[in-house]
């Protein structure tokens, strides 16, 4: 069964300063993977996919992500961090399917100090 | 832009009590999805709709758990009788087809029950 890891349940950084949030998959097939992230009181809100081709992906605001097969990772990066950065992220796992649900990681919560 | 809504955003519900979240999905998607996620916990997959059928279910979603589409606009969840571990916040989902795999997703209706 498909399973996603966040090591990091809660990570601090600086303003301006570069970001990577780990998550690390467990699939039997090809996986798509996401980011999304939820702000205070928002819904969820996709920052990047994989499908396909080029490992490293980019992102609204600014994020990007690498999918490693070797690793089984797709990390979260963003190399200078805004305040309005400061919420939660899930990783999350799928198929090529309209109708297979998603299958997320805990989630990492982000706060940014100035 | 278009968007997914939910209603109502917070609903307090005593302990056996049935109660009906609702959602309009995105206009032109297919596919509709429910998910929760307990305080602290991960995001949890509850059930997928397609063709006005159940096409996909957890275990979580037992025989307390219904959903329908019964205006071809919203797209609802009913807990038959509420439990204290029914609450969390519960997010609905679309997604346009197989060929996008993106899940669309709103704000969220936090469910507490006493």
């Known amino acids: 069964a498909q399973s996603v890891t966040q090591p990091d349940i809660h990570i601090t950084v600086s303003e301006g300063a570069s970001l990577e949030l780990r998550c690390n998959y467990s699939?039997?097939?090809?996986?798509?993977l996401f980011w999304y992230v939820q702000s205070p009181g928002q819904g969820l809100q996709l920052l990047l996919k994989?499908?396909?081709?080029?490992?490293l992906v980019q992102g609204i605001k600014g994020f990007e992500a690498e999918f490693k097969r070797s690793q089984s990772s797709f990390n979260l990066r963003k190399p200078s961090v805004h305040w309005s950065d400061a919420a939660e992220y899930f990783c999350a796992v799928g198929k090529f399917s309209g109708n297979t649900p998603l299958v997320f990681g805990k989630g990492t919560r982000l706060s940014v100090i100035a | 832009e278009p968007e997914v809504t939910q209603t109502p955003s917070h609903q307090v519900t005593q302990m056996g009590q049935e109660v009906i979240l609702r959602c309009v999905p995105i206009?032109?998607?297919?596919?509709f999805y429910w998910y929760r996620q307990i305080l602290g916990q991960k995001v949890e997959f509850l059930v997928s709709f397609y063709n006005n059928e159940i096409s996909e279910k957890s275990e979580i979603f037992d025989d307390q758990f219904s959903v329908e589409r019964p205006d071809g606009s919203n797209f609802t969840l009913k807990i038959r009788s509420t439990k204290l571990e029914d609450s969390a916040m519960y997010f609905c989902?679309?997604?346009?087809?197989?060929?996008?795999?993106?899940?669309?997703f709103g704000e969220g209706s936090r469910l507490t029950v006493l």
């Open positions: 206009s032109n998607h297919l596919y």
């Open positions: 994989y499908f396909s081709g080029d490992t």
């Open positions: 699939y039997g097939a090809t996986p798509y």
């Open positions: 989902a679309s997604s346009a087809g197989f060929d996008t795999g993106e899940l669309f």
